[in-house]
């Protein structure tokens, strides 16, 4: 909302003396955010209002010259030479004598051109810096100013416009009324009410016949006949002047003068030319197969959810959003209607994002209007019509009005003193209240409040309770940082997080959020059959992207389309990880809605919990290329199915948990690469190779590999505490077992463990053979055992033996044959 501040100030007695400044910081304090102060340029040197006396046409010229009599105010009149053709004799315009600089440096001077000497120039909006039209000369018109006169303060060079972000519960401010309204109170001076005039008594019948099928959506509606507007009367230079200040192009006369009633009053009106409407007016919902052609030309395709103004020749307008082109203000209208509604938000609201239709009217109407100054909105246009353009009101006003009372909201005084941390004393709440308008009933602790017509935002006592806070300023309300309870530091939860994170970073993975959202092609992309449990969705209903609607069940897309950027950008290496919140979908209650005015009970507090999904914690990570760099010291090696493997032990070593590692098949994983990763029974996550498919839809490199692990999966464990370290020397000792190619690794080394006892420190897989003289279908695998006691040197039959037991289990257990 752009604020000029001379118009403002006609409002407002700003005390003498207030600087820029100054009101800046009270338009902040009132919780408008000031997004930028307007000046207009600087123009030096004598500017003034001029009159043309004469013009002559000079011929012989390439294109069209006039040689003008202007009189600036001086004994006699200058001559002025301009190519431009949008202005007659006797018209008003703004003269640039010598001397003065324009905009841009532009210095004016007496010069001799087209045979004449120009002594002066006549100045268009573009030129003067306060506009971009420059297809013609600015007219003032014939009246109002008198040659000579200074014409800084007649184009308002001299003014100030501040351009306020306004939050979408305060429509009131989007007009010279409601921003006048609240300055007075920040200021503490008086004001004036704009729409505190008392309409003429019209007389006679109704000027034209309205119906109001939908009074749920559209609860007053007013019209007014208007007849005999000149429609060649020109909008005078000040109504022109502010529609261009608050960013509003200037059309015709009846069109600025609706505009100016909107910004003034915030009511916003539409002007039907009264010759084009045929039969009455109804204002109804829109029919199936019905469409429109709005006032930018565009036909629109109608929905049942609609709210029209039509007549019996089908719609005229889209209400509260655009009007239709059939009956639009031309240059020839003599007679209008003119129109003021009150219209509901929400559907307006609807209206605007269905057919991508903002306007200025819809701005104001979806936030909210007042609907006590319809008619006051059609007698302030009525008027200026009548001054300008010469026009008369036909017969009396129409005024649907079937809006029922405004219930009184109960606030306890004290209330917004409790919340805000400041002592108000309840005059002072009841005065802040009133200040806004509302009516304020009952004595002490206890009060009834009427919020006035223009706030419809006010329903509850919190918002009351904003209003008396916001009155009196947020700057004082104390800043009081809570002392944070000491001894408890971070949670288990917290500590087991941050070192996954901290292990996983150390592995050389890099970490890389992305957004929690999902959508149905970026599983389709991960191959997930319709049955799997991570199709079930949290779908969300204002979503950001509509490509990903919902809450995420898995980790993976959001970490793959971070490894397919950085492909595509170049890297040929990278293995990221992320960790947080993945959302499954299923069965859920529906959370009630409490109310505002208490504390929800406990059984609230519990409905409400247990409406929320489960939000269980998981970590992966992807990778591709090599893990280990080539260079001199040889080729590198390439991240494979094992890499994740080693990343998911990375992870639950940090959480003090030991995983077990067995062959597993789940989309998107290669089904022959691919591990399911347990805790004692419990699948807690995969790892491996992605699916040939998976990488060609996903356009990655073949064999990239990935992780996810439930990491609320993993049961508790105690604070990992450093092993003994035995002083005494170690025995190691090789062995390799012959076993099946269906046998697991996982399976042989557990029995090894188990066999080997507590003397074993460390058992590592060092080789895997196929091959002569192995049997067919079966493999060697070789293990490297370090065995030492805590507290004496092993003898030679000490370790013989814990190895012969080590053998002896995992034959029993496996089928293994020692290998010679």
């Excluded at 409601?178 to 729409?195: C, K, M, Q």
């Excluded at 209208?333 to 009217?361: C, F, M, N, Q, Y």
């Excluded at 049955?531 to 069940?553: C, K, V, Y």
Aim: glycine share 10%; with cysteine; net charge negative.
């Amino acid at each position: 909302m752009k604020v000029p501040i001379s118009w403002l100030s006609e409002y407002v007695d700003i005390p003498a003396g207030t600087t820029v400044e100054e009101l800046d910081e009270a338009f902040v304090r009132l919780g408008f955010e000031v997004e930028e102060v307007l000046r207009a340029p600087v123009t030096t040197g004598p500017l003034v209002v001029g009159r043309v006396l004469g013009i002559e046409e000079l011929t012989g010229f390439k294109k069209p010259i006039r040689f003008c009599q202007v009189d600036v105010g001086e004994d006699a009149p200058r001559g002025i030479v301009c190519g431009a053709r949008n202005f007659a004799v006797d018209d008003l315009v703004v003269v640039a004598l010598p001397g003065a600089v324009l905009p841009g440096g532009f210095a004016i001077a007496a010069r001799t051109t087209y045979d004449h000497v120009s002594d002066g120039m006549i100045c268009s909006v573009r030129e003067l810096g306060i506009g971009e039209d420059h297809a013609g000369i600015l007219v003032l018109g014939q009246d109002g100013f008198a040659p000579g006169t200074p014409a800084a303060g007649v184009l308002g060079l001299d003014d100030v416009v501040f351009d306020l972000e306004v939050t979408p519960d305060r429509g009131y401010a989007m007009s010279l009324r409601g921003i006048a309204r609240d300055l007075a109170g920040a200021l503490g001076v008086d004001w004036r009410d704009p729409a505190a005039l008392t309409p003429p008594a019209w007389s006679g019948e109704p000027g034209w016949a309205v119906e109001v099928a939908d009074p749920a959506r559209c609860d007053r509606f007013s019209m007014l006949a208007m007849e005999g507007l000149d429609p060649a009367a020109p909008s005078p230079w000040e109504l022109r002047r502010r529609l261009a200040q608050c960013g509003i192009r200037s059309i015709s006369l009846a069109v600025d003068v609706t505009n100016i009633v909107m910004l003034e009053l915030g009511q916003p009106m539409h002007a039907f030319d009264r010759a084009t409407v045929t039969g009455p007016i109804t204002v109804r919902r829109a029919s199936a197969g019905e469409r429109l052609t709005t006032l930018d030309g565009v036909d629109r395709a109608l929905t049942s959810d609609d709210l029209l103004i039509a007549d019996e020749s089908g719609p005229i307008g889209l209400a509260g959003v655009m009007g239709g082109a059939s009956t639009e203000i031309g240059a020839s209208t003599t007679a209008v209607l003119l129109e003021a509604a009150h219209w509901e938000p929400a559907g307006i609201g609807r209206g605007v994002r269905r057919h991508k239709l903002p306007s200025e009217a819809a701005k104001r109407f979806e936030r909210g209007t007042d609907p006590d100054v319809t008619v006051v909105a059609l007698a302030r246009a009525a008027a200026l019509l009548a001054e300008h353009g010469g026009a008369h009101v036909v017969g009396a006003p129409v005024d649907l009005d079937v809006r029922r009372p405004r219930p009184a909201i109960a606030l306890d005084a004290g209330r917004p003193g409790r919340i805000a941390g400041v002592a108000y004393p309840p005059s002072q709440v009841v005065e802040v209240l009133q200040a806004i308008g509302a009516t304020v009933e009952g004595d002490g602790q206890q009060l009834q409040v009427t919020p006035p017509s223009w706030r419809g935002d006010l329903t509850d006592p919190a918002d009351l309770v904003e209003e008396v806070v916001r009155y009196l300023g947020f700057d004082e309300i104390p800043s009081v940082l809570p002392t944070a309870p000491p001894g408890r530091g971070l949670t288990e939860r917290q500590r087991r997080r941050r070192s996954i994170g901290r292990a996983l970073a150390d592995a050389g993975y890099v970490e890389a959020p992305s957004y929690p959202f999902v959508g149905e092609a970026q599983l389709d992309a991960l191959g997930l059959p319709a049955d799997d449990a991570r199709r079930q969705l949290i779908t969300l209903r204002n979503p950001l992207s509509e490509e990903a609607p919902a809450m995420r069940t898995t980790l993976l897309p959001g970490l793959l389309g971070t490894l397919a950027r950085n492909l595509a950008r170049g890297q040929r290496d990278v293995a990221v990880f992320e960790h947080g919140a993945v959302f499954p979908g299923g069965p859920r209650t529906q959370a009630p809605v409490p109310g505002v005015d208490r504390r929800p009970d406990d059984d609230v507090l519990a409905a409400l919990l247990g409406a929320v999904p489960e939000q269980p914690w998981h970590v992966g990570v992807v990778l591709a290329g090599n893990v280990e760099p080539r260079g001199w010291w040889g080729p590198g090696r390439p991240g494979t199915w094992a890499d994740a493997v080693q990343a998911a032990r990375t992870v639950a070593a940090a959480a003090g948990v030991e995983l077990t590692v067995r062959a597993g098949e789940l989309a998107p994983w290669h089904p022959g690469r691919c591990a399911e990763l347990l805790v004692g029974d419990r699948v807690v996550g995969h790892a491996g190779e992605l699916h040939p498919r998976v990488c060609a839809a996903l356009d990655l490199p073949a064999r990239t590999c990935a992780m996810e692990l439930d990491v609320d999966a993993l049961p508790a464990a105690p604070v990992a505490v450093g092993p003994h370290v035995s002083t005494f020397p170690p025995v190691l000792v090789d062995l390799a077992l012959v076993v099946a190619d269906a046998v697991p690794a996982a399976d042989v080394e557990a029995a090894l463990r188990e066999g080997a006892g507590e003397l074993l420190e460390v058992l590592r897989l060092f080789d895997v053979y196929t091959g002569a003289p192995v049997p067919a279908g079966s493999r060697s695998l070789a293990y490297a055992l370090t065995l030492r006691a805590p507290d004496r040197t092993l003898t030679g039959e000490e370790a013989n033996a814990a190895r012969d037991a080590a053998i002896a289990v995992a034959v029993a257990r496996t089928g293994a044959a020692l290998r010679a």
